[in-house]
């Protein structure tokens, strides 16, 4: 178990790792300062919202980006965590405070049940069914009495002002995606995140190797769920009503797919890169264009970006960087 979260110690990463590190915790240090003194309502959501979609990116990129397994079913899990925190509140008067964990638990569980048949099917064809499964659990969930169908949940406000609400939120939000994100940084320099590689580069040598692919698959995919179901126990707080369409709405799949993509997919930072860029540029398109024309254009730089930059905005900055490094023989004594 330890070598899952075995880290590369300072000195086998260098010091152009530790500058990069610092220029990171400067960031996320500018963002704690804002978050407790910022008083424009406006930012703090945005920024909030930006911190969600990092979590539910990251999330993605467990199995999507280190395991190449294209999964268009992310909001399944979301939706189960929304849904599984606004009911316990509904019936037994519980806060998704206390019940994101629950959330994260009942997500997880599903993860794993769904990934039982799923995750041996591989390609095209595993992207169709996580989209096949999120709209058949969109239905299951509009046909339960326990879920008030298309009347939705209502959840109780919190007795705060609407600052100090918005304020909550982006620390919470916040606070799960550098968690998140810590974790994803340890399953990238682990037994665990090569396992996940090798299945993504060749999975029938990756087997013959003795890479239990299944099993490794079956983790990964309940992990992902279990961070999908805490943060969307949260977000059904957030907003104080959930309902099957909204909460299960097909566009938040495909945006963590694009965030992953643009920024770059099986990396720690292409989450962080990707989700205010995909957010900035659709709040850019919305003003200007309808969301099906924000969609074809989404679509086309995606296709641009697996036909001329591989690895999105991550895969450019490696190349360069690479490319800057003096060779062998130029390297001075």
């Known amino acids: 178990m330890l070598s899952l979260f075995y880290l590369p ?13 610092t220029v990171w915790l400067a960031v996320l240090f500018a963002l704690v300062f804002y978050g407790g003194f910022s008083r424009q309502l406006f930012l703090l959501s945005a920024l909030g919202t930006v911190f969600l979609y990092v979590v539910l990116t990251q999330a993605w990129n467990i199995l999507g980006g280190y395991g190449g397994y294209l999964n268009f079913g992310m909001v399944t899990f979301f939706g189960v965590g929304a849904y599984t925190s606004a009911v316990l509140f509904q019936y037994f008067e519980l806060s998704p405070f206390l019940t994101a964990p629950v959330a994260g638990l009942a997500s997880a569980v599903l993860g794993v049940l769904i990934g039982i048949p799923t995750l041996r099917i591989r390609g095209a064809y595993f992207a169709l069914v996580t989209m096949i499964i999120t709209f058949a659990v969109q239905t299951l969930v509009l046909d339960l009495p326990v879920t008030q169908g298309a009347l939705g949940v209502y959840l109780q406000p919190l007795r705060l002002s ?21 974790l994803v940084y340890a399953i990238e320099n682990s037994n665990f995140g090569w396992a996940l590689i ?43 009503y959930i309902e099957p369409s909204g909460t299960f709405a097909f566009d938040i799949s495909l945006n963590v797919v694009l965030m992953a993509v643009i920024g770059g997919a099986g990396t720690w930072q292409g989450p962080l890169i990707g989700a205010p860029l995909v ?32 690895g999105g905005v991550m895969g450019v900055w490696t190349r ?13 004594f």
């Open 162 to 182: 609407p600052l100090a609400v918005e304020r909550l939120f982006y620390f919470l939000f916040l606070g799960c995606a550098f968690l998140v994100t810590v």
């Open 320 to 332: 360069w960087r690479h490319g800057r490094k003096p060779k062998p023989m130029e390297t001075p």
């Open 279 to 310: 957010l900035l540029v659709a709040d850019m398109l919305r003003i200007t264009v309808t969301s099906e024309v924000n969609r074809a254009i989404f679509s086309v730089v995606v296709i641009l970006i697996a036909l001329f930059i591989p």
């Open 9 to 21: 110690s300072i000195s086998d990463s260098g010091s152009a790792r530790l500058r990069r590190l």
């Open 198 to 240: 090798a299945i993504r580069e060749d999975e029938d040598a990756a087997e013959i190797i003795g890479v239990r692919t299944v099993e490794v698959k079956w983790i990964a995919n309940g992990i992902a769920a279990f961070i999908a179901g805490v943060v969307g126990g949260l977000y059904a707080q957030r907003i104080m």
